[in-house]
């Protein structure tokens, strides 16, 4: 008899906890779904009433190849503001470095949710990064623009305050697989990066190729930590057993800037295609004579027609002493297109900005237009592609 009572008072005991713990995770998820709606009503409700400057984050790895990008917006910062900012308030931005790391991006992407005198971000550049700290700026109700992450992934999950004014690795892959088509290239190697975006760019190339008739000899991922050592071991393999017309070699700064090279030095002279990524003077002064004949897609051509783009390209010299690539375009026409939406829609509250946004129709950048879907992407926006000769990048398509 006792034992029974004593196993009851067991049952009894451990019902009461699950219970208990129930009655936890219950309270603390409604907790955090009030904290979060709080924060999203906070935001908004203090957007409509500010009178001070217009808070915008800004987040990037801010290391030699995306150092362009922060020019772009802090040039756009400097011209919005000595004309008298947005609704007769200056801008405002507070700067971070992310490293290009997710676990630093996220602590950042808190950082800027918990200000909730913040309305909107620009950034992160990496789409890695941008795919993660997505799900803050959305949960705790910030705008968020990205001008370089093209990952598909970003603007297919529901959100209604995530944008990229920048076409997806989609449009890269197959404008350089069409180009390829057209230069009568009929076997092509790829060499990729392991990183969401470089792995989008080499499946949306591989596939239209496919499409095209052209033959993928031999596809190769490689880690961003590899050596110089591990990059030579796979050219010295593609020289002995295949032959090839092209490589796509889909990466990033820096390894980019030290693989073309070692292509050059293992005998291999098939020309190099790659994505918008290496649209950047750095990968030329990295890469040095070896960068010669390497074509990229951009979405930014300095000698486009028009005042905008000539004036521009002008000022950006004036001020950096040097001509714009595409990520300082890039981040030029985001800060822009922010200004814009404040003044179409007479608010810096984040879900009208997003409103603005998803009806801007034809909106004149230095990139092109800007037409947005309801997704958050920019849809037909001009690409164009260039070539490295003579040490600089020409627009020949």
């Known amino acids: ?30 907790k955090s779904e009030s904290i979060r709606w709080g924060a999203k009503k906070i935001r908004a409700e203090q957007a409509e009433l500010a009178k001070g400057p217009i808070v915008i984050g800004v987040a990037g790895g801010w290391s030699s190849s995306y150092l362009s990008l922060l020019n772009g917006i802090n040039l756009a910062l400097e011209e919005i503001n000595s004309k008298g900012g947005a609704l007769g308030r200056p801008l405002e931005i507070v700067l971070r470095d992310d490293e290009m790391t997710v676990a630093t991006g996220m602590q950042i992407a808190q950082e800027f949710a918990d200000n909730l005198d913040m309305v909107a971000v620009i950034g ?11 799900v803050i700026y959305e949960y705790y109700g910030l705008l968020m623009l990205s001008p370089l992450a093209s990952s598909p992934a970003l603007t297919r999950q529901g959100r209604r305050l995530v944008f990229r004014n920048i076409p997806t690795d989609e449009a890269d892959g197959v404008i ?15 060499y990729y990066q ?41 050219f010295e393999l593609w020289k002995r057993q295949f032959d090839f017309d092209a490589i ?14 070692l292509i050059r030095r293992s005998g291999i002279t098939a020309p190099i295609l790659s994505g918008g990524s290496l649209d950047n003077e750095r990968l030329i002064q990295q890469a040095g004579d070896a960068a010669e004949g ?24 004036k001020r950096f002493g040097s001509l714009p690539n595409r990520n300082a375009a890039q981040g030029y026409d985001a800060l822009n297109l922010l200004a814009h939406v404040i003044k179409e829609g007479g608010s810096t509250a984040p ?11 034809d909106w004149q950048g230095v990139t092109g237009a800007h037409t947005f879907d309801d997704n958050g992407d920019v849809q037909g926006k001009p690409m164009v592609v260039k070539i490295v000769r003579g040490g600089v990048f020409q627009v020949i398509q």
């Open 294 to 317: 390497l074509v990229v897609v951009s979405t930014f051509d300095p000698t486009a027609q028009g005042e905008k783009v000539a004036a521009f390209v002008k000022a950006y010299e």
């Open 248 to 261: 796509l070699l889909a990466g990033l700064l820096p390894q980019a800037g030290e693989i073309i090279p």
């Open 176 to 190: 350089l697989a069409e180009y390829a088509a057209k230069q009568g290239y009929k076997r092509v190697a790829i």
């Open 124 to 134: 992160h550049p990496n789409s890695k990064v941008s795919l993660s700290t997505a």
């Open 351 to 361: 879900e009208k900005m997003a409103a603005i946004l998803r009806k801007t129709r």
């Open 194 to 234: 392991q990183d969401s975006y470089s792995r989008g760019l080499a499946n949306i190339f591989e596939r239209r190729c496919y499409e095209l008739g052209l033959s993928i000899v031999d596809r190769l991922p490689y880690e961003f930590t590899y050596k110089t050592s591990d990059f030579s071991t796979d």
């Open 1 to 30: 008899m006792l034992r029974k009572i004593t196993l009851w008072a067991l049952f009894g005991i451990f019902a009461v906890g699950c219970i208990t713990w129930l009655c936890f995770l219950v309270l603390n998820a409604a």
